[in-house]
């Protein structure tokens, strides 16, 4: 019996190891398929809290005439941002009541994220000086790339005045006889409130339109000087049909070698225009967080900043927080400016 028992005990045992690891086995399988269903859970949730942004060409809205420095900034930053998002990003020029008709355009726009504006500091001016009920703050800015610290002050070849202190000079001497072109409100026109302030001076102070038009009429012979970017103007300078005289920039700046800054002559004003890119209130931070990520890209692009530095223009990238804090900053200072006024 023993001896019969022994060879089914045997098959017995083998039979229960072989359900073991068969059950072993499912319970690995059931595991792994256990483990694959939750990473593909996790990869779709992920996938549907992903922004699918963009979806299709952004148009940057430029509150300014074609040919002025805020269109050439945007355009070359265009260029280089839509490699980064991977659609073309189209130049919009909506100009009317210095910038604040393109502005509302973006405000009033589908908050999609398909629609920016690119501007600068006269839309701090418009707010400051009543010409509008909304400023920087209503828009959710998506930060600042670019810096222009070469503001000027250009003449014509044959202008009377040497140098800043000559042209000042002469104002205090000849109260309103000074030609100087600007848009009422926009960020130069601050500049000349500031430069009478701070000298005690009273400047003729004409509204000729915009960056092509002020060109035009120093050019022509109809304004003593034009308030305006250096980079703007730089090839009059090359061939000698302007002259600068000086730039409204705390320090010297690299870029501009040899010339010389207000405050070197005797003059306390230092404006640094700023360029922003911001959308309508309600996008949302996902879709803002990309562009901004997306503009910090392009300033570090070599290729990029070489060009832009053609304009005499710095490439500078700051976030929203930072670009938030730095507008403040700039705005109280207008702020005290106009109130001194």
Known sequence: M?????PLMFMLAVM???????????????SDSS????????????????????TQPITVVVPAGAGGDTDLNARL????????????????NVTGAGGTVG????????????TVLFFHNSLLLNKILGLVD?????????????????????????SQFEDLQDMVEYARANPGEVSIATEVGGFTHLQLLALEQDQGIE??????????????????????????????????????????LGIMAADSVDLMPGVPTFKEQGVDSSFEKFFFFGFAPDTSDDIVET???????????????????KYLVSPTYMNQEDAINYIQETEAYYMELYENE
């Open 2 to 6: 023993k001896a019969f028992l022994r």
């Open 16 to 30: 229960f190891l072989a359900a073991v690891a068969v059950g072993c086995s499912s319970d690995e399988g059931s």
């Open 103 to 114: 502005a509302r355009e973006v405000l009033d726009a589908d908050a999609d994220g398909h």
């Open 134 to 158: 909304f400023s920087y703050d209503t828009f959710k800015l998506a930060g600042i790339p670019i810096l222009d610290q070469g503001n000027t002050f250009m003449v014509s070849a044959d």
């Open 77 to 92: 930053f265009a260029k280089y941002l839509e490699q980064e998002l991977g659609q073309p990003v189209v130049i919009s």
């Open 35 to 54: 483990e694959e269903t939750t990473d593909s859970t996790e990869a779709g949730e992920n996938a549907e809290t992903a922004v699918d942004y963009p």
């Open 291 to 309: 562009f901004s990520k997306a503009m910090e890209t392009v300033v570090n692009n070599d290729e990029y900043r070489a060009e832009a530095e």
């Open 203 to 244: 400047l003729n102070i004409v509204d000729v339109g915009g960056a092509a038009d002020k060109i035009a009429a120093l050019l022509g012979g109809h304004i003593d000087i034009v308030p305006t970017s250096l980079g703007l103007v730089n090839e009059y300078v090359e061939s000698g049909d302007m002259r600068t």
